[in-house]
């Protein structure tokens, strides 16, 4: 366990709290914009295998008629029901797997973004020390600049990034942004039990992540925000803003109408 | 049927796993419990010791039977300041965490006292809060006892010079950054390293800045004065050794990662722990190295040097004993395992003691490194 540990902090964690250091001191000593900085750059690398996993589950819910009339029509085999599934994923060139795999593989790259923003800020006087460990004093240019940054500045407004936000507004914009991620995922569910729960669980992930941030230092809600500000941004782009539009009826300056999603886009373009 | 009892289980689980991933995930960034690195002391018959829970405690060193605690009540979140004894009063600086709590809301707020206690009942004499009543800062140093004045530093950049007795505040000094080390005090001059990277030498009596001295990185450690010179290590992984009368460079050396605890001199050699692992010996006069020792993991604490001996602890290595002439080693605890000390290790009457991070206390014998006996203060009763 100790030499897995090791391992991973040598090959995730280590480098990203070295980069989250080196944009300190390129973003003008701002550990706010730092974060933002650091979550941007891993958006960038892993945005091959998001933009492949947002596809694949807009394939999905696109078949997802095709899919209830085969629910309908093997009422009773649930075998044969995954079959014709399974036969109608391969028909449309879509890998279930898709799906779940990038989400898997970027778990990793998450965690270890979470844990170099904790590290950084050492919360304790423990934690502080501890950071030492983890930079490359072996590198000159990262040492000077390490030198430089530390003890880095983590008053950003009315936040001590360190501590939970005092006047709860990153719960509040945690709970938002997850609520609108959720409401940009979620699938339409065959059966009615399927869509209470994803009716369920579009408030409960956003609720429980709002509670964690009344307990967490605040730059990781500053982490949960920009991360997902910058997920329904690309889901945006890629699948159309879907309950977004339907959700806010007069819109956001900026955000498409419900008329002009990109799915009612494309028909529009058929006719 | 069956298909539905399955869904409400899925349900079930999704509700019960999702919070517990979250609590997995608040709790990745590696544990937030602040727990302090106050060395013992000892004092004639009696062992001061400030326990991983926020008391300190005072016990009979013969007996090992508690004598008394503070606080009786409500115990404080850490301890990192080592007591001071002066007089009938010992003092020390504290880490508090109010918590603030609305129906389900909570706010936890860092603070920190400047203490003053009764050496023989452990009853509060005064107390200081750092910066203002209501928002106090911590207070980590090493206080140092002046004529007639006890000195503290704080979080809050500053440091407080307060009288002995009453502890109503004579001055104040603010610097850039915050202030984790404690003061030095040497023939009326009070010199104090701030995390905005200087060193500062002030006129004990009335505040006035003597001199500063620019480092190349934050300063945390705690100055070690001797003589007309003063020595200091700083997070540009260095030590450095200055003229205590005008702050002019005299060396400095350079190691390969933070140099946190106060350098210790003893008979012509600078003793320089480092967080590279290594513990150096330096010539005092010049810096030139004489030997280094490899403990294994960062040393966060200063060694403790006495008739030829250089007591040590180290991170999760645990406590070892050197040659003070060679730095060879003499032996090593414990032999096999771990044992994490981020704390000086205190020694007296043949005894070394350890304030060891998971809540106890050792006492080892000095010559050999025996474990004489241990015990968790608080509750050896």
């Known amino acids: 366990m100790p030499e897995i540990t090791g391992l991973w902090n040598l090959l995730i964690m280590e480098p990203m709290l070295n980069l989250l250091m080196l944009l300190y001191a390129l973003l003008f000593n701002n550990f706010v914009l730092a974060i933002i900085g650091l979550t941007i750059v891993v958006r960038l690398i892993t945005f091959p295998l998001t933009q492949r996993q947002i596809r694949s589950m807009k394939s999905m819910q696109d078949l997802q008629p095709?899919?209830?009339k085969l629910q309908k029509k093997y009422k009773k085999d649930r075998e044969k029901v995954s079959a014709a599934t399974m036969e109608l994923y391969k028909k449309h060139g879509v890998n279930p797997m898709m799906g779940c795999l990038p989400m898997l593989v970027q778990m990793p790259i998450w965690i270890g973004l979470y844990q170099s923003i904790y590290q950084a800020l050492g919360s304790t006087p423990e934690q502080f020390i501890g950071l030492s460990q983890r930079l490359y004093h072996?590198?000159?240019?990262?040492?000077?600049m390490a030198t430089r940054s530390i003890p880095l500045n983590s008053q950003f407004l009315w936040l001590h990034l360190a501590r939970p936000d005092p006047f709860y507004i990153l719960p509040v914009l945690v709970v938002a942004t997850f609520w609108l991620q959720q409401k940009l995922t979620a699938q339409p569910a065959a059966d009615p039990s399927q869509a209470q729960m994803t009716q369920t669980m579009q408030w409960m992930m956003p609720i429980m992540f709002g509670f964690i941030t009344l307990q967490v230092a605040s730059g990781l809600a500053v982490y949960w925000v920009a991360s997902g500000v910058l997920q329904i941004v690309q889901q945006g782009f890629t699948t159309g803003w879907g309950d977004i539009a339907k959700a806010l009826p007069t819109g956001i300056p900026g955000l498409p109408k419900r008329e002009e999603t990109k799915k009612d886009a494309r028909g529009k373009k058929k006719r | 049927m069956k298909e539905t009892t399955t869904k409400k289980i899925r349900r079930v689980a999704l509700w019960a796993l999702l919070p517990l991933f979250l609590i997995l995930l608040a709790g990745c960034g590696g544990?937030?419990?602040?727990?302090?690195?106050?060395?013992p002391v000892v004092e004639g018959d009696t062992l001061y010791v400030a326990s991983?829970?926020?008391?300190l405690h005072t016990l009979d060193v013969n007996t090992q039977q508690q004598l008394w605690q503070f606080p009786l009540e409500q115990p404080l979140a850490g301890i990192y300041s080592t007591p001071v004894i002066g007089g009938e009063a010992l003092f020390f600086g504290s880490y508090e965490?109010?918590?603030t709590a609305f129906l389900i809301f909570q706010n936890q707020d860092i603070q920190g006292r400047a203490y003053a206690l009764d050496v023989t009942n452990g009853q509060r004499k005064w107390q200081f809060p750092m910066g203002s009543a209501e928002d106090t800062e911590p207070s980590m140093g090493t206080p140092a006892l002046g004529e007639g004045i006890v000195y503290f530093t704080s979080s809050d950049h500053k440091v407080y010079a307060l009288d002995l007795e009453t502890g109503s505040k004579r001055w104040e000094y603010e610097t850039g950054r915050e202030i984790w080390g404690g003061p030095a005090w040497h023939n009326g001059t009070l010199y104090v390293g701030s995390a905005d990277k200087n060193l500062y030498a002030l006129d004990a009596a009335s505040g006035q800045r003597k001199w500063a001295f620019a480092a190349g990185g934050a300063i945390y450690c705690t100055p070690h004065v001797a003589g007309d010179t003063i020595?200091?290590?700083?997070?540009?992984?260095?030590?450095?050794?200055?003229n205590a009368e005008n702050g002019e460079e005299r060396w400095s050396f350079l190691t390969q990662n933070w140099v946190w605890a106060e350098p210790v001199l003893h008979e012509g050699l600078l003793y320089v722990a480092s967080l590279d692992h290594f513990l150096y010996a330096l010539d005092?006069?010049?810096?030139?190295?004489?030997?280094?020792f490899d403990a294994g993991?960062?040393?966060?604490?200063?060694?403790?040097?006495?008739?030829?001996?250089?007591?040590l602890t180290a991170g999760n290595a645990g406590v070892y004993a050197l040659d003070a002439e060679t730095g060879s080693q003499l032996w090593h605890y414990p032999e096999e395992g771990n044992l994490r000390v981020l704390s000086s290790p205190t020694v007296a009457d043949g005894l070394v003691y350890v304030n060891a991070d998971n809540g106890k206390l050792y006492a080892l014998d000095a010559a050999a490194g025996q474990l004489r006996w241990e015990l968790a203060p608080g509750e050896q009763e």
């Open chain 2, 297 to 311: 993991d960062m040393i966060t604490a200063a060694p403790a040097v006495i008739e030829g001996v250089v007591y």
């Open chain 2, 284 to 292: 005092a006069s010049n810096g030139t190295p004489r030997w280094q």
């Open chain 2, 97 to 99: 965490i109010q918590t």
């Open chain 2, 52 to 55: 991983k829970t926020g008391r």
């Open chain 2, 231 to 242: 020595y200091f290590g700083s997070l540009d992984n260095r030590v450095y050794a200055l």
């Open chain 1, 66 to 68: 095709e899919i209830q």
């Open chain 2, 31 to 39: 544990g937030g419990v602040a727990m302090g690195w106050s060395a």
């Open chain 1, 138 to 144: 072996a590198i000159p240019f990262m040492h000077d």
